[in-house]
């Protein structure tokens, strides 16, 4: 028996093998049932959680360093952006620096007002 004949059945097999998978993997091309306006609304609102309606006030501390690299100018711009979004987010970000002791005194500061919640930029 030739080598190859041996070697092309092996390969026709996963060939096949690989096929069937494909073909068994793809879905109906049958829409899902939708769900009635209120039921559907009903599941958006529980898988959300509600966060339409504001919380408790959550208050941010935000430290980066100086922005001279532009993706971190754009961070602490989105970040201030976003918090100006929610009524119920306060977000404290401390004067950017490259100084690692004057970055170590900001984040101590912001430790001493109690903020809820600490992003910090090393």
Not at 50 to 67: L, Q, T, W, Y
């Amino acid at each position: 028996m030739d080598k190859n004949v041996g070697r092309r059945g092996f390969l026709w097999s996963g060939a096949v093998l690989g096929a069937g998978a494909l073909v068994t993997a793809c879905t109906s091309n049958e829409p899902a049932a939708q769900a009635s306006a209120p039921a559907a609304a009903a599941a958006t609102a529980a898988a959300t959680g509600g966060n339409e309606a504001p919380g408790d006030k959550v208050v941010i501390g935000f430290s980066a360093p100086a922005a001279d690299h532009g993706w971190i100018a754009a961070i602490s711009k989105n970040a201030t952006d976003a918090a100006k979004q929610y009524s119920d987010v306060e977000l404290k970000a401390v004067e950017p620096t490259n100084d690692i002791n004057q970055q170590i005194s900001a984040v101590e500061s912001l430790i001493q007002a109690k903020v809820n919640v600490l992003v910090i930029l090393p």
